[in-house]
């Protein structure tokens, strides 16, 4: 039985459905762009925007995740310069399979506090990096990035880009988050287009996993969901055909870098409103 509060909305106007294919098409291309999931902008707007409570925000991003991490990974893997890197990709899927119990159980014994403490420097030296560091492959050089040769140390650190901590869909939105950033610490020689291809490939597979789990607990409104997910699918498209021209994919690594210092400053929040909690409680 569903309480009240998971209650929302079961059906959407003819406006609200063009208003969610808008949104699901602007959020796919930026994400596609960025190669992020999209669940950071999605999630806020199912919430505040259309009355889900925020069990069913998450679950019906979900959908849209997928829906533009498809699209994307297709669109990618269909043209000659190509930059998704298969080797890196498969690494990363079989990593969050394999290792998610073991790291959940790593991840009880970490303060989640400090955990933010450490993305807010990580992901501000990250935006910094990609506003005014030079990608170390342009996108005339794209050619070989596929062909890129992995070490035996770089599969390994690869695997362990996959940050587990806590279960839940903060969890798993702070995952997509690091893989960009993640994969130009481990493996500079991507690139950005590289690593953000890397990290929607990855991302496809988690979403869907993610998307299927939530529909089974019913926390997933597909009245709206679907309709936002069509406008995810047309966004992804979008997104790849244009980061591949030099001139966006420059526009891209500030759009990532904005999105990064956005959520750097959030979780900058989070940090502060815990230690003033932590010492009221303690006077």
Request: some cysteine.
């Amino acid at each position: 039985m569903t309480d009240a509060a998971d209650a929302g909305p079961s059906a959407a106007t003819p406006a609200r459905r063009a208003l969610l294919v808008l949104a699901g098409l602007a959020i796919g291309a930026w994400s596609a762009l960025c190669g992020i999931g999209g669940g950071v902008f999605a999630v806020p707007l199912l919430h505040y925007g259309f009355g889900l409570s925020l069990k069913r925000s998450v679950g019906s991003s979900l959908l849209l995740v997928a829906g533009s991490t498809t699209s994307a990974t297709i669109t990618e893997l269909s043209r000659g310069d190509s930059a998704l890197h298969l080797a890196a990709a498969g690494v990363m899927i079989a990593t969050s399979f394999v290792g998610a119990r073991i790291g959940f159980r790593i991840g009880q014994r970490l303060d989640a506090t400090k955990l933010k403490l450490v993305f807010v420097v990580v992901l501000t030296l990250v935006a910094a990096d990609l506003l005014f560091g030079a990608d170390p492959r342009s996108a005339e050089s794209l050619g070989d990035v596929r062909a890129l040769a992995l070490s035996p140390l770089e599969y390994v650190e690869i695997g362990a880009l996959r940050p587990r901590g806590h279960r839940g869909a903060a969890a798993r939105r702070r995952r997509r988050l690091v893989a960009v950033p993640g994969l130009l610490f481990v493996l500079p020689g991507l690139g950005f287009l590289g690593a953000r291809a890397t990290s929607m490939a990855m991302s496809l597979f988690t979403s869907w996993q993610s998307a299927w789990l939530y529909r089974r607990e019913r926390k997933v409104e597909l009245a709206i969901a679907l309709w936002l997910a069509l406008g995810a699918i047309a966004g992804g498209w979008i997104g790849v055909t244009l980061v591949h021209v030099p001139e966006a994919t420059l526009l891209a690594r500030r759009m990532l870098a904005a999105t990064l210092a956005f959520v750097s400053v959030r979780f900058a929040f989070d940090v502060a409103r815990a230690r003033r909690a932590a010492s009221n409680a303690a006077r």
